[in-house]
């Protein structure tokens, strides 16, 4: 029963840290793709955009929702990540804003 247990708390410790390697991949991805929203110029348009990235060799998918925000100098975006065998289990979420360019 003993040796049961010990294989069993392997594989699960395996299953975490392959569980934790996605998560954090995802959030890398979803980390760049905020930090180029907040490059673009102009800003991003207001609505919902979906793509694929890689990182670290794993595929992903990606959706994007702009918004606006109380203060029209700013636009939310929000960024879901996924696998793209399994689009609705999301394995990251950020939520950031980017700044509208000013006008001269």
Known sequence: MALAAGFRSVAQSADSATALKARTLALWVAQNRLA???????APAVGERSGTDAQAGAAFSWRETVSGTPN???????????DPSTPDYVLAHLVGYVAQSSRR
Request: neutral net charge.
């Open 36 to 42: 180029a929203a907040q490059l673009e110029q102009p």
């Open 72 to 82: 029209p100098a700013f636009r939310k975006i929000e960024i879901n990540v996924a």
